[in-house]
């Protein structure tokens, strides 16, 4: 069985509050990118395609450990960069919201949807096997 998928962006989601936004505010705007993922690349093509200018980039490693530090020179490197925005994936913005101490609206994280191309039925129907078999328990 196989499937196909695509991650896209459906909105933005602000570092320092609950507000969220549309991905297609930031297009034609400058922001830089944070990101501790497997593949900083994809995310930084995911950016791209809402149609912002990427001036900067600090990419960690995948399931990095954010300190104050690693914050404050993201933020210092935005604001030399005049970046608009300060753009990271939804799963970085809880390892750095802790340590956002000068959020000026610039911080946001990029929420992904995921658009089924192909096997979202199989994949369904199997689930859906596993949690009944599972609910029988095993030897049932």
Known sequence: MTAQVVFQAVELVSLAGQASRSPDSCRS????LVSGVGHPASFRATVEKLGVTVI???AYPDHHRYSPRD???VHARAVDLKADLVLTTEKDAGKIRPHLRQDDGRWWAVRLGVEWLTG??????TLMNVRLTAGRGVGA
């Open 29 to 32: 705007r400058a922001a830089f």
């Open 56 to 58: 900067g980039e600090a």
């Open 71 to 73: 914050v404050a020179m």
């Open 120 to 125: 979202e039925a199989d994949i369904r129907k």
